[in-house]
């Protein structure tokens, strides 16, 4: 049995709630406008999706300011895929399940300053694609991620500044490239698993190279990794246009 649930917000201190429960595919879609949005989700069953996949036009759409988020997945095959516009907001993320797909877009379409953005993933075989500030602004943003799980893929771009990021990892044969740009930059790894696969790259500011008096901001990358056959590359620089 297939549930769908589609709704639209236009709402100001709204406190949606909602359950899925089934064995087959459950999904959720979601345009939303409005601030101080509380919105919790829990799925648990096989095939959950929230915002569906990138062949559903407008399947997530949320739009507003300080809006805190609780989702929570637990069960194989979920999907999460939308776009996010919020600033002064959080994110609390569960994953409990393989074959997780998740690709979110946050401040691609509008301002996204001030994000608090935690996740917990539990499983194998995920796939994560997560973007915020690639077009519009995104200053000040903390991110959290604790995996426990192997062959996870991982695509993390944070254009953001003033951005505190920090990742442990459990599990082998990960793959995980992340990118930090714009402003201050404070990264912080603990991977702990065989045959990782790692591409950090920092961009911290927007000075030219030719440029040597020109204050940029602080880079910092603290890596504490304990495993066999892993490949890291490490990429800092002032900005897009240094090669150095």
């Known amino acids: 049995m297939n549930k769908l649930i589609s709704f639209c917000l236009i709402a100001i201190m709204s406190t949606p709630i909602l359950f899925a429960q089934s064995t087959d595919d459950n ?16 799925q648990i069953g096989f095939g959950n999706k929230i915002g569906s996949d990138a062949s559903a036009t407008g399947a997530m759409t949320i739009t507003g300011a300080t809006l805190d988020f609780d989702l929570d997945f637990i069960g194989n095959s979920n999907t999460l895929f939308g776009s996010v516009e919020a600033d002064s907001s959080v994110y609390k993320l569960d994953f409990t ?7 979110w877009l946050i401040g691609d379409v509008g301002s996204a300053d001030s994000s608090d953005i935690n996740f917990d993933v539990t499983g194998s075989s995920n796939t994560f694609d997560l973007d915020q500030g690639s077009v519009y602004s995104a200053e000040r943003l903390n ?3 604790i995996l426990i799980g192997s062959s996870n893929v991982f695509d993390i771009d944070w254009e953001s500044d003033d951005l505190t990021w920090d990742f442990e990892v459990t599990g082998s044969s990960n793959n995980i ?23 950090i790259t920092q961009i911290s500011g ?11 901001p602080n880079a910092l990358i603290t890596l504490d990794i304990t495993s066999d056959n892993a490949t890291i590359q490490i990429t800092q620089k002032d900005s897009s246009s240094d090669s150095n």
Request: proline share 2%.
């Open 177 to 199: 490239n992340t990118l930090q740009s714009d402003g201050e930059q404070s990264l912080v790894v603990d991977l702990d698993g065989d045959s990782a696969d790692m591409d």
């Open 206 to 216: 927007t000075c030219s190279p030719s440029n040597a008096s020109c204050a940029t």
């Open 27 to 42: 999904e959720i879609k979601i345009t939303q406008t409005g601030d101080t949005l509380d919105l919790y989700i829990d």
């Open 143 to 145: 991110s959290d991620l």
């Open 97 to 103: 399940g393989d074959s997780n797909s998740i690709d």
